[in-house]
């Protein structure tokens, strides 16, 4: 058996980020200062590298591939399931196991309720999973590490492990695209308020907690990605995820991979006016929460499974086309060939399928609605 060599390892690794990329070319692309940082993140000596930058290419493309956006892992088709499997290349993931006392675990209904009938088609099997305790109200002031990045298997983003610099208390946070280990991160939230008789010793100095949230500091707080601030100390135009609905609540909205929200109009009282993705405007009160950046993994969408039994893992049944059925079992069935009748698509219960409102009243929030097709 031919042993493998340099260039055909290299080869692969070029294939694997992108069939247009060239070995030589991409090296040039990268700079002496980003070659140095690629170099020191993955802990090789700099003067083992030289003047050539292919010395090390191999064991720097990683870093290079995990930055670039759009760059995406395929295999050679050795199976029918490999051929069209492309994954998002994540490196830069945790390969261990999560904290234990952060996850409990995760009890399946495969879509079946008390009496054992499916009322959510599609669900069921899929591999055992530990349900990861992320903290989306982000109450606990001062400055937190980020220990790692890692893989949540039930949501799409990824979520980051902190570290309290002055409790030591771990907690899982929503990953920002971008955050990097070793990042400082803060919660600038005031806290709830308490009732008159439960107030401890006004005339004493404040607290650590109260010396953030003074108007002078809050003005100073720095928009940094994973940070978490109320609306109203939060910029014009600035991204924005996991938006919260009430002052006192968690955050609810742009939790998906991708996803963000943009805000339009801000002040000290009143309500905050956000840009959803979908593009619809509502209106959000100044005091709820919100964290800096888009949320990790873009490239989620654009993922291929490359096969059936990929999809089961993740929990997913097999769907039957409506047309494939018979007209007792669904709108579209019946008839000859591919037909539904001249209809409209619906659900098997003949509910407008694509398109249609689902908002019985309009919501007092929404200054402008989503754009329609």
């Not at 590298?49 to 292919?54: E, F, R, V």
């Not at 492990?161 to 929503?174: A, F, Q």
């Not at 949320?295 to 997913?316: C, E, T």
Request: charged residues 25%.
């Amino acid at each position: 058996m031919r042993p493998t060599t340099y260039g055909s390892f290299c080869k692969g690794i070029v294939t694997s980020i992108g069939p247009t990329t060239n070995k030589f070319n991409l090296c040039n692309k990268l700079s002496d200062a980003r070659v140095s940082s690629l170099v020191t993140r993955n802990s090789l000596e700099l003067t083992k590298l030289g003047s050539d930058k292919c010395a090390n290419f191999p064991k720097i493309i990683r870093e290079y591939a995990t930055s670039a956006p759009g760059q995406f892992k395929t295999y050679k088709p050795v199976s029918p399931g490999r051929r069209w499997l492309r994954r998002p290349i994540n490196d830069h993931l945790f390969k261990g196991r999560p904290v234990k006392k952060l996850t409990i675990p995760l009890r399946k209904s495969g879509g079946r309720n008390v009496h054992g009938h499916i009322t959510v088609r599609h669900r069921g099997g899929g591999h055992k999973r530990r349900i990861r305790l992320v903290d989306f109200k982000r109450w606990d002031p001062g400055p937190q590490e980020v220990l790692r990045i890692e893989y949540d298997p039930n949501r799409s983003g990824h979520i980051a492990l902190l570290r309290h610099k002055e409790t030591r208390k771990l907690s899982y946070i929503l990953a920002p695209h971008g955050l990097e280990v070793g990042s400082i991160v803060e919660s600038f939230r005031t806290a709830p308020k308490v009732n008159a008789d439960k107030k401890l010793q006004a005339t004493t100095t404040t607290s650590s907690a109260e010396e953030i949230y003074d108007p002078a500091i809050s003005r100073m707080a720095r928009i940094v990605k994973g940070n978490c601030l109320p609306l109203r100390m939060i910029p014009v135009g600035t991204l924005i995820h996991c938006v919260g609905l009430k002052p006192n609540g968690a955050g609810i909205l742009c939790r998906a991979a991708g996803t963000s929200a943009q805000v339009v109009q801000t002040g000290e009282k009143g309500y905050a006016q956000i840009r959803l993705k979908s593009g619809e405007v509502r209106l959000i009160h100044v005091e709820c929460c919100a964290s800096i950046g888009t949320v990790s993994n873009p490239d989620h969408q654009h993922r291929m499974l490359g096969k059936a039994g990929r999809s089961r893992w993740l929990g997913r049944r097999p769907t039957v086309r409506g047309v494939a059925m018979n007209a007792v079992d669904h709108p579209h069935g019946g008839g000859r060939g591919k037909s539904k009748s001249n209809r409209h698509p619906v659900s098997p219960w003949g509910v407008l399928a694509k398109g249609g409102k689902t908002r019985r009243q309009p919501n007092k929030w929404v200054v402008k609605q989503r754009a329609r097709r």
